[in-house]
Nanobody, 116 residues
Framework: QVEFVESGGGLVQSGGSLRLSCAAS???????MGWYRQAPGKLRESVAV???????KYADSVKGRFTISRDSTKNTVYLQMNSLKFDDTAVYYC???????????WGQGTQVTVSS
């Protein structure tokens, strides 16, 4: 059982910034952490992921604007989102992925709305 506490979503004007945070607790080990997003009528998109070693990977659509980081001591992952665009509007889900099994556990999601 894995529980998540997500925060930081909201409404922001185009060009603005938001910082999402997600704290995970429960029984898991050796995880990478990251964020997906899904907008109405669109497929789920992997936004960013960070490994235990701190290696990061981003979707092309957010490179240079978003930064993922983590505090492994707190099992918390962050997503700093700058220069937000209308197309960034979506529900953002954090997740942890067990490296050995590949099993993913998702948070409940937080809405990000960017007004044009």
């Amino acid at each position: 059982q894995v529980e998540f506490v997500e925060s930081g979503g909201g409404l922001v004007q185009s060009g603005g910034s938001l910082r999402l945070s997600c704290a995970a607790s429960g029984r898991f080990s050796f995880v990478s952490m990251g964020w997906y997003r899904q907008a109405p009528g669109k497929l789920r998109e992997s936004v960013a992921v960070i490994s235990r070693a701190g290696n990061t990977k981003y979707a092309d659509s957010v490179k240079g604007r978003f930064t993922i980081s983590r505090d492994s001591t707190k099992n918390t992952v962050y997503l700093q989102m700058n220069s937000l665009k209308f197309d960034d509007t979506a529900v953002y889900y954090c997740y942890v992925r067990e490296i050995l099994s590949g099993i993913e556990y998702w948070g409940q999601g937080t809405q990000v709305t960017v007004s044009s």
